[in-house]
């Protein structure tokens, strides 16, 4: 959890050219490696996600799955 104008200090926040994720990772590292920012977990914490149709399918889950386990 951090605050709003934190995405600020990195541009873009999320690097589209990743294609089967990761970009979430690559961010928050940024902002921890490279701007000190600290992270905090919030169970009780609301998230809203868009998620791009051509994410959504079984071939690029089963792909980004694929990816993570080699």
Excluded: K, N, Y
């Amino acid at each position: 959890m951090f605050e709003r104008g934190i995405l600020s200090r990195i541009d873009p926040p999320f690097d589209t050219a990743f294609t089967s994720g990761g970009e979430d990772v690559w961010f928050l590292r940024q902002l921890v490696e490279d701007h000190g920012v600290v992270l905090i977990w919030c169970p009780e914490a609301l998230v809203h996600e868009i998620v791009p149709a051509h994410r959504a399918t079984f071939g690029f889950c089963a792909a980004a799955v694929s990816a993570m386990a080699s």
